[in-house]
């Protein structure tokens, strides 16, 4: 029974999650790790992607923003903007934001390097969340 | 005399229709008080864990420190200005902008978050750069652009200091002016202030990890956050400040309105009662010569 890790996620609008889990898997800068309880501590930064936890049996998908993770033997706390589960995505919706977005960054010129850049980054997680609604239909 | 009653009537009326007004205008700043509050409550364990997460780091890169960190000798401040929206709440925007005169208008310039703050830097001629209009209880994204604004400004060396002033909020009476210096970060804080420092089982705790890809690096990536955060804990805190200052200005007008409806009233009585009075008497004194 030990052999679990504590699980949260916190955001500026509160602790969004706070469970104990068998695994999570996450999108780090340096390719994607798989966490099981025991893990070695390491503190990592996160980008856009899916992360999938596993708890008593359960699989859960879940789209994440930019973040850290902060790893210790018991416990996983993940620090980040955005967290959407995988059934609270509006494909649709998404898709639209990506395409006004692209069509923004398309005539880049009259925007200044700020709006470009805060663009951008809304595209990459739109087009994250948008990747792991695709991958998780079937 | 008719005349009369009935301008005091209408005066009645008028003043209970304030007082209703500023009524629901009270009752609505309690509820956006408390929902600012709320928010800034909320975000306390995100800000609490990137402090320690910060403060832990700091102490393992020593190598070069990272250039939101750098002090440098300051020829421009850039302020950020936090007023209000509305006006109704009090002397809390005139306090707040009071603490304006203290920056040099030839080296300071201004980003302002709220309507008033933007008419206020206009009509005294200080050098605006932008304003960002901001709700009621803006959410975490809506300071983004503001905090990236600032940082931008700051790396590339357009301004050597970021000053944020706004009204932080002590209790539903009390609310302070404060500037709190946000670049270079010298010292971590939280929503302005000090973070308390940790003791060394939490030290020892966080020195054991490692760091993915590196510490310098998780630590350039963390700092956009920490302002980020700091910035969205002083705007939280300045709208609950203007929510509890209206709401206080607002039971004041309520109260005052109150007290003004009872004179009204009772001169109006007093009005009603001369009138019979002298009516009564006008009937005895004909009955008395009929009789």
């Known amino acids: 029974m030990a052999n679990k890790i504590h699980f949260e996620i916190v955001s500026p609008s509160g602790v969004s999650r706070s469970l104990d889990v068998d695994m999570v898997v996450l999108p780090t800068t340096s390719g994607e790790i798989g966490v099981l309880p025991n893990h070695e501590p390491i503190m990592t930064m996160l980008e856009p992607g899916e992360m999938v936890v596993t708890a008593d049996g359960r699989t859960e998908y879940c789209a994440i923003g930019e973040g850290f993770a902060q790893i210790t ?24 934001a990506i395409e006004r977005a692209q069509a923004a960054l398309a005539n880049a010129a009259h925007l200044s390097d700020e709006e470009a850049a805060s663009l951008e980054g809304g595209l990459k997680r739109n087009i994250a969340m948008l990747g792991v609604k695709r991958r998780r239909r079937a | 005399m008719g005349n009369n009653t009935r301008d005091i009537r209408r005066r009645i009326k008028s003043v209970r229709n304030t007082a209703q007004i500023t009524k629901a205008m009270q009752m609505i700043a309690a509820a956006k008080m408390r929902k600012a509050q709320q928010r800034a409550l909320d975000a306390r364990p995100y800000a609490q864990m990137l402090n320690r997460i910060l403060v832990s780091i700091s102490k393992h890169t020593e190598d070069e420190l990272h250039p939101l960190l ?49 008419d206020f830097l206009a009509r005294t001629k200080r050098s605006l750069l932008a304003d960002f209009p901001m709700r009621d209880t803006p959410d975490y994204a809506e300071i983004k652009p503001v905090a990236h604004f600032i940082m931008d400004r700051f790396l590339a060396d357009e301004a050597d200091r970021v000053v944020v002033l706004y009204t932080d909020f002590v209790n539903t009476l009390t609310q302070v002016p404060s500037a709190h210096e946000l670049l270079p970060i010298t010292e971590f804080h939280m929503g302005g202030k000090p973070v308390e420092q940790k003791g060394d089982a939490a030290e020892e705790e966080m020195s054991v990890f490692k760091y993915e ?13 920490y302002v980020g955060n700091e910035l969205y804990t002083m705007i939280l805190n300045a709208r609950a400040s203007e929510q509890s200052a209206r709401m206080v200005a607002m039971k004041n007008a309520t109260d005052n309105a109150n007290t003004l409806i009872k004179d009204l009233t009772l001169e109006y009585n007093k009005i009603r009662q001369a009138a019979i009075t002298t009516e009564i008497l006008e009937i005895s004194t004909a009955q008395m010569t009929m009789g």
């Open chain 1, 73 to 96: 033997p018991g416990r996983l706390s993940i620090l980040t903007e955005m967290v959407v589960k995988v059934g609270d995505i509006d494909e649709d919706s998404v898709a639209k």
């Open chain 2, 213 to 225: 890809p590196s510490a310098g690096e998780v630590l350039g990536a963390l700092l956009p956050f």
């Open chain 2, 70 to 118: 750098q002090a440098r000798p300051v020829k421009r401040t850039l302020v950020v200005l936090v007023g209000t929206d509305k006006g109704l709440c009090g002397g809390l925007n005139t306090n707040l902008f009071r603490e304006v005169q203290q920056f040099d208008a030839a080296s300071t310039d201004f980003v302002a978050v709220g309507r008033k703050a933007v």
